[in-house]
């Protein structure tokens, strides 16, 4: 295939449109994350509403205390 001269003019217009298109698909993946992460964010505010305020801590003291003490096999 052999190269191929084009006036600047036309070279200068691909390069911008070009660009353009970059740019504005970039700005769509910006634009597009922003929105997962508020939808995100929404949803876990939503379910501690669910819960509860009081609720949530009672379920944070359950969770955080030990069933049991670990067995070490040293017998003490």
Request: no cysteine.
């Amino acid at each position: 295939m052999a190269a191929i001269d084009l006036p600047e003019n036309v070279v200068g217009l691909l390069l911008k449109t070009g660009s353009e298109i970059h740019q504005g698909l970039v700005a769509d993946i910006v634009h597009n994350g922003a929105n997962v992460h508020n939808i995100a964010r929404l949803s876990a505010v939503r379910k501690f509403d669910e819960v509860g305020t009081m609720e949530g801590r009672a379920n944070s003291g359950v969770n955080a205390t030990p069933i049991a003490s670990p067995a070490t096999g040293g017998g003490g």
